[in-house]
Structure formats: structure tokens, C-alpha cells
């Protein structure tokens, strides 16, 4: 796991769903996003995407997101992971 990624990511979702930092802190891997956070609906989706893109400095494509990318932090986290480490 990188650390940096995991902090920023944090940040960002904190950011774009107007999370609080403690509670954002407090996710685990298993932590469950969309379909388990009221504040990450379809509409934040699209925000969240894009402010990661932005943000982290990677391209997602429309066919990379899916339910089980968006799951949970951990998933989240490591699509990131992999997506910075191919660029």
C-alpha cells in the first residue's frame, strides 16, 4: 500500500463528499463507498472520478468503472494504486 495515495485519497473524498477528516480517517479497507455512503451516489460519483483524475494525475476510462472499483476504500485505493504505477 502507498501511503501518499492512501492519504490523498482520503483527502478527496473527504473534498468531494463533504466528509469529515475524522471520519474519513477512520475508514479501513473493508469500508464500504457506494451503495453503503448516502453522500456517494451516482450523481458524486462522476465528481469523485473526476477530482481523483485531477488530483492523482491518472486517466480512468468509462469502462474501468464499475460497482466492484467503487465497493469499498480498499478497492478504490488499489485501482488507484495500480492506475499510478502504469504512468
Request: aromatic share 4%; net charge negative; proline share 0%.
Given at each position: 500500500m502507498d501511503s501518499t495515495t492512501d492519504q490523498r485519497l482520503r483527502l478527496i473524498l473527504s473534498d468531494v463528499l463533504g466528509l469529515s477528516p475524522d471520519r474519513v480517517a477512520g475508514f479501513s479497507a473493508e469500508t464500504g463507498l457506494f451503495g453503503h455512503l448516502p453522500e456517494?451516489?451516482?450523481?458524486?460519483?462522476?465528481?469523485?472520478?473526476?477530482?481523483?483524475?485531477?488530483?492523482?494525475?491518472?486517466?480512468?476510462?468509462?469502462?474501468?468503472?464499475?460497482?466492484?472499483?467503487?465497493?469499498?476504500?480498499?478497492?478504490?485505493?488499489?485501482?488507484?494504486?495500480?492506475?499510478?504505477?502504469?504512468?
Open positions: 456517494l451516489d451516482s450523481m458524486a460519483v462522476a465528481g469523485l472520478l473526476t477530482e481523483i483524475e485531477d488530483r492523482l494525475d491518472i486517466v480512468i476510462d468509462d469502462d474501468e468503472v464499475d460497482g466492484e472499483m467503487l465497493g469499498s476504500f480498499g478497492s478504490l485505493r488499489n485501482f488507484v494504486e495500480a492506475k499510478r504505477k502504469r504512468t
